[in-house]
């Protein structure tokens, strides 16, 4: 049973430029939320969405970032214009409903490095 | 908001001594406290779930209890591969949130030498 997939696992970008991140739940799960950790600090929820639907983006900075999670295929975060305080990792949790006290899974995370 | 706090930031053990590790929450309405355990580069693996005060998990080497205002995870005769970085979340009602949210504590790590 797979676990939540994520790519890439590192990406490296320029300032300006565009980073996409990709979050493939576990399989039956409909849920997805993505948490940001910063070096030296605890993991940051920042967007829960369920199937073409955001639950809670509030989170998320107003600028330059964006999530999806399509009827088909995986969930994105979308960070345009990066700056070097974007640099962090980035993890996709999944789980099998929203219903309060689910145990969320977590993928291997993506680290962006913004240079 | 709600609030996470872990104590200690790092713990030394050597190996076969016992210890806890403590987590502090503010919460309006514990819908569930889940502990995690990250191992360096990799993504948070969980671990337990409690949801009311009282409540008792194990597994293996590991134990987690609840009470009103903390949570305890105690590690008994850790090993080496028992090092990691555990952190403990509380998901709550708080206003007009969605139930999904997790707040995270800073964790502790946790480092067993033979």
């Not at chain 2, 819908?31 to 008792?56: I, M, V």
Request: net charge positive; with cysteine.
């Amino acid at each position: 049973n797979a676990g939540v997939m994520q790519n890439p696992r590192h990406l490296v970008r320029r300032r300006g430029q565009e980073a996409r991140l990709r979050c493939s739940p576990m399989k039956g799960h409909s849920h997805v939320y993505w948490y940001r950790q910063l070096p030296e600090e605890g993991l940051k929820f920042m967007v829960y969405l369920q199937k073409e639907n955001i639950i809670d983006e509030s989170g998320m900075p107003k600028e330059r970032f964006s999530a999806e999670f399509p009827k088909e295929g995986p969930s994105i975060l979308r960070i345009q214009q990066v700056v070097r305080g974007d640099s962090a990792a980035y993890f996709c949790a999944s789980s099998p409903h929203g219903t309060g006290g689910v145990e969320q899974y977590f993928g291997p995370g993506t680290r962006l490095t913004v240079t | 908001e709600d609030q996470v706090t872990q104590s200690p930031e790092a713990l030394r053990l050597q190996e076969g001594e016992s210890s806890s590790l403590n987590c502090s929450y503010t919460v309006s309405g514990l819908r569930g406290l889940f502990w995690y355990r990250q191992d360096p580069g990799k993504g948070p693996e969980f671990l337990f779930t409690l949801y009311s005060a009282g409540e008792e998990k194990e597994k293996e080497r590991l134990k987690a209890t609840l009470t009103k205002k903390e949570s305890f995870l105690h590690i008994t005769a850790p090993k080496p591969e028992d090092s990691a970085t555990y952190l403990c979340a509380v998901q709550g009602n708080d206003r007009g949130s969605t139930l999904g949210r997790l707040y995270f504590g800073r964790g502790t790590q946790l480092t067993v030498w033979p």
